[in-house]
């Protein structure tokens, strides 16, 4: 069967700088129905793993590691042998979440995962925090944007380890770049498209979000 694309919606809290907030987070499955990658593990690694069934988990890709986007993560690796990816430039949020358990690899600039006969090419997208990254579809016309690029504008930069010229450049270079119809697949709330997102840059730039 061909790859395809799942999103499983699972709810907690995110953490940062002394605060805590309510999240629902989206939990990405790309894959067919012998092999699978999750992109971003939040939250509840039971309702992850009956996602997946008895497929076989190749990679849970973190696309940065704020701690509603990994909590999960040792514990659905745990479950399944499944490696934990992360970049390393996010380390230093990674070890407020998880200090005695390490991602198993790294994450780089033009790295290709496969997964069910797709490739997808992880972007570094620094901003939102300094080891962001999205993964990049083009077979599935589909790009996993994490906490990066939001339907209406840009993640999130007003809290520790995050800067706004940064991730705008990040996105301008990297994301929009990408043909206009390519789906843009959040890590919270609905998803949008390039071309939707494109003639918005200088309204965000004139509002500084």
Not at 37 to 44: E, G, K, L, Y
Not at 87 to 106: E, F
Request: aromatic letters at 6%.
């Amino acid at each position: 069967m061909a790859a395809r694309i799942e999103r499983l919606v699972t709810s907690g809290t995110f953490s940062l700088d002394g605060g805590t907030w309510d999240v629902d987070n989206n939990v990405w499955l790309v894959g067919d129905d012998t092999e699978v990658i999750v992109i971003d593990c939040a939250h509840d690694a039971g309702a992850i793993a009956e996602a997946l069934g008895d497929r076989t988990l190749r990679a849970i890709v973190c696309t940065h590691a704020h701690n509603d986007h990994i909590d999960a993560a040792p514990e659905l690796a745990e479950r399944t042998r499944a490696p934990v990816l992360l970049h390393a430039d996010d380390l230093p949020l990674w070890k407020q979440t998880h200090p005695d358990r390490m991602p198993d690899g790294d994450l780089s600039d033009g790295q290709v995962l496969t997964v069910a006969g797709i490739e997808l090419t992880v972007l570094h997208t620094p901003g939102h925090a300094p080891g962001a990254v999205c993964l990049y579809a083009p077979a599935l016309t589909a790009l996993f944007s994490g906490d990066t690029l939001f339907a209406g504008g840009p993640g999130a930069t007003g809290r520790s380890y995050s800067d706004f010229p940064t991730i705008v450049e990040s996105i301008r270079e990297r994301l929009l770049t990408l043909p206009g119809d390519t789906v843009v697949h959040t890590g919270h709330g609905e998803t949008t498209t390039v071309a939707a997102e494109a003639p918005h840059l200088q309204e965000w730039l004139d509002r500084g979000f």
